[in-house]
């Protein structure tokens, strides 16, 4: 995601309210592990979250890039920050045994005199207990920013549902090739392949990059666990198969989950059909400002219980711009006892998936929040693909 892709403007916008964030909480100086983070503040990319690395956001003057020395060159080539504000640890700290990169990250916040309100992402994936305790004993006790930065990225900008808009085009590109390849007797890992390759390939004028999530594409019985990814099995007459996936444009995500059945769908799994269908054509309706997250997560509830079914788990999540594992913004849930508000250009992945015992199905959509409703952020048929 080069910084090109967004104005300095926004780039400005996006530090002027993480800052306002980091005052409401007494932090001076935001230490960013994140990945979608740190690309969402200075346009870093890079598989390079393997090993430590952040962007430091004081309380004023520009952030700071700082990581393994091998990485520096691309911060260089995809971030809008200067030069000298890209900061890297000894390359021979590289998973040293005696030696942790963060002990050069002490040093440098000493030398620059960033040793009080120290704010981290404790609950992060890319945050190690290594790496706190170091900061730890250095500085004391940190300031808990989990999520801080996340919260920011709530509300999207027009530029970035455009890039999520041309994320769907390639979600919906994938799902037209499962539907067309989709067969009896074909090995699920080949199938995936051709998906996967659709995503990336792309379409003319629209490459495509790996999702934060890899296909999730499990068949029949299988089909009870939520996150299973595939196999070799071959597809069979009498299961259901339930395809997550998501193409991916500059980083930026649009997920959605379709069904398929090789035969006669039984009239258990034509009864779930019907209720998410409903689900997510009231949940669209009613996704307006104002309303709340819990307010949506009844839209789905109520339209499984009139069906006989009851949902344990949440119903949906923010999505955006991610890196793997997850591309959950991990800010807001749809379900129950969330009464955040919602509020115009969010963007959500609606899941209104049922499991069973013996079978799963899943229909999802991603969507944008306007004052007309949610707004699908791509165009794909919902209804479950059947092949006799």
Same mark, same amino acid.
């Given at each position: 995601?080069?910084?090109?892709?967004?104005?300095?403007?926004?780039?400005?916008?996006?530090?002027?309210?993480?800052?306002?964030?980091?005052?409401?909480?007494?932090?001076?100086?935001?230490?960013?592990?994140?990945?979608?983070?740190?690309?969402?503040?200075?346009?870093?990319?890079?598989?390079?979250?393997?090993?430590?690395?952040?962007?430091?956001?004081?309380?004023?003057?520009?952030? /700071?890039?700082?990581?393994?020395?091998?990485?520096?060159?691309?911060?260089?080539?995809?971030?809008? /920050?200067?030069?000298?504000?890209?900061?890297?640890?000894?390359?021979?700290?590289?998973?040293?045994?005696?030696?942790?990169?963060?002990?050069?990250?002490?040093?440098?916040?000493?030398?620059?005199?960033?040793?009080?309100?120290?704010?981290?992402?404790?609950?992060?994936?890319?945050?190690?207990?290594?790496?706190?305790?170091? =900061?730890?004993?250095?500085?004391?006790?940190?300031?808990?920013?989990?999520?801080?930065?996340?919260?920011?990225?709530?509300?999207?900008?027009?530029?970035?549902?455009?890039?999520?808009?041309?994320?769907?085009? /390639?979600?919906?590109?994938?799902? *037209?090739?499962?539907?067309?390849?989709?067969?009896?007797?074909?090995?699920?890992?080949?199938?995936?392949?051709?998906?996967?390759?659709?995503?990336?390939?792309?379409?003319?004028? =629209?490459?495509?990059?790996?999702? @934060?999530?890899?296909?999730?594409?499990?068949?029949?019985?299988? @089909?009870?666990?939520?996150?299973?990814?595939?196999?070799?099995?071959? =597809? @069979?007459?009498?299961?259901?198969?339930?395809?997550?996936?998501?193409?991916?444009?500059?980083?930026?995500?649009?997920?959605?989950?379709?069904?398929?059945?090789?035969?006669?769908?039984?009239?258990?799994?034509?009864?779930?059909?019907?209720?998410?269908?409903? @689900?997510?054509?009231?949940?669209?309706?009613?996704?307006?400002? *104002?309303?709340?997250?819990?307010?949506?997560?009844?839209?789905?509830?109520?339209?499984?219980?009139?069906?006989?079914?009851?949902?344990?788990?949440?119903?949906?999540?923010?999505?955006?711009?991610?890196?793997?594992?997850?591309?959950?913004?991990?800010?807001?849930?749809?379900?129950?006892?969330?009464?955040?508000?919602?509020?115009?250009?969010?963007?959500?992945? /609606?899941?209104?998936?049922?499991?069973?015992?013996?079978? *799963?199905?899943?229909?999802?959509?991603?969507?944008?929040?306007?004052?007309?409703?949610?707004?699908?952020?791509?165009?794909?048929?919902?209804?479950?693909?059947?092949?006799?």
């Amino acid at each position: 995601m080069p910084a090109s892709d967004f104005s300095a403007q926004e780039y400005a916008d996006r530090l002027s309210k993480t800052r306002a964030a980091m005052n409401a909480r007494g932090i001076e100086t935001l230490l960013v592990t994140d990945p979608s983070n740190m690309a969402w503040l200075t346009g870093y990319d890079g598989w390079s979250f393997y090993v430590p690395q952040m962007v430091i956001l004081p309380a004023q003057g520009a952030p /700071l890039w700082w990581g393994r020395t091998q990485d520096k060159a691309g911060a260089a080539q995809t971030t809008w /920050l200067d030069a000298a504000d890209l900061l890297d640890w000894p390359e021979e700290h590289v998973q040293h045994p005696d030696h942790h990169p963060v002990d050069a990250l002490v040093l440098a916040l000493r030398d620059r005199d960033w040793t009080r309100g120290l704010g981290v992402e404790m609950d992060n994936y890319y945050y190690s207990a290594a790496s706190h305790r170091i =900061l730890e004993r250095a500085f004391g006790e940190m300031i808990d920013a989990t999520g801080l930065v996340n919260w920011q990225r709530a509300v999207k900008s027009d530029a970035e549902i455009d890039m999520m808009r041309k994320a769907g085009q /390639l979600t919906a590109h994938m799902h *037209g090739v499962l539907r067309e390849a989709f067969r009896e007797g074909l090995p699920k890992n080949q199938l995936v392949a051709q998906v996967q390759a659709a995503g990336i390939a792309g379409l003319p004028g =629209l490459a495509g990059d790996y999702p @934060a999530i890899v296909p999730i594409a499990p068949s029949g019985r299988e @089909a009870s666990a939520s996150h299973i990814t595939w196999n070799d099995r071959p =597809l @069979a007459r009498g299961e259901a198969t339930y395809f997550e996936i998501s193409g991916c444009y500059r980083r930026y995500h649009c997920p959605a989950s379709r069904s398929l059945f090789l035969g006669d769908p039984p009239d258990d799994i034509r009864r779930a059909e019907a209720a998410v269908l409903t @689900a997510i054509e009231a949940t669209l309706a009613a996704a307006r400002p *104002g309303i709340t997250c819990e307010e949506i997560a009844t839209c789905v509830y109520d339209s499984f219980a009139r069906a006989g079914y009851e949902k344990a788990n949440r119903t949906g999540y923010p999505i955006g711009l991610s890196y793997p594992p997850d591309w959950g913004e991990r800010t807001m849930s749809l379900r129950p006892g969330d009464t955040t508000a919602l509020q115009e250009n969010m963007t959500f992945h /609606l899941m209104p998936g049922l499991w069973t015992p013996d079978w *799963g199905l899943a229909i999802t959509e991603s969507f944008v929040v306007t004052p007309e409703g949610g707004q699908p952020l791509a165009d794909i048929p919902r209804e479950m693909v059947v092949k006799p």
